[in-house]
Nanobody, 121 residues
Framework: QVRLVESGGGLVQAGGSLRISCVAS????????MAWFRQAPGKEREFVAS?????AYGDSVKGRFTISRDNAKNTVLLQMNSLKPEDTAAYYC?????????????????WGQGTQVTISS
């Protein structure tokens, strides 16, 4: 139903900032709850942030990351500040038609291909 394409990943020094984006197509964007998850080698997929009529953040990123959306551009953004080596992971964009910001990964039916974010010490 929905195609998601992430971009903006790269290599950043610890303490730096990076903004990654996700562009959606195939469904009315404004009707979707959007989220970011991440997965590092050897770890389970972790909830990062989501946005619906409200926003939610994982404990490990709260206060450092900000999620936002531009419905006119069918885009969701993740602004990442004060980056740490622990933030190194593949970041995935996800979408669900459910209302509300916080859902489990299994509730998201559409996923992007991921964008790699690597933080150097």
């Amino acid at each position: 139903q929905v195609r998601l394409v992430e971009s903006g990943g790269g290599l950043v020094q610890a303490g730096g900032s990076l903004r990654i984006s996700c562009v959606a197509s195939g469904r009315t964007f404004s009707s979707l709850t959007m989220a970011w998850f991440r997965q590092a080698p050897g770890k389970e997929r972790e909830f990062v942030a989501s946005i619906s009529t409200n926003t939610a953040y994982g404990d490990s990123v709260k206060g450092r990351f900000t999620i936002s959306r531009d419905n006119a551009k069918n885009t969701v953004l993740l602004q990442m500040n004060s980056l740490k080596p622990e933030d190194t992971a593949a970041y995935y964009c996800a979408a669900t038609g459910k209302i509300g910001a916080r859902w489990t990964a299994g509730e998201y039916g559409a996923w992007g291909q991921g964008t790699q974010v690597t933080i150097s010490s």
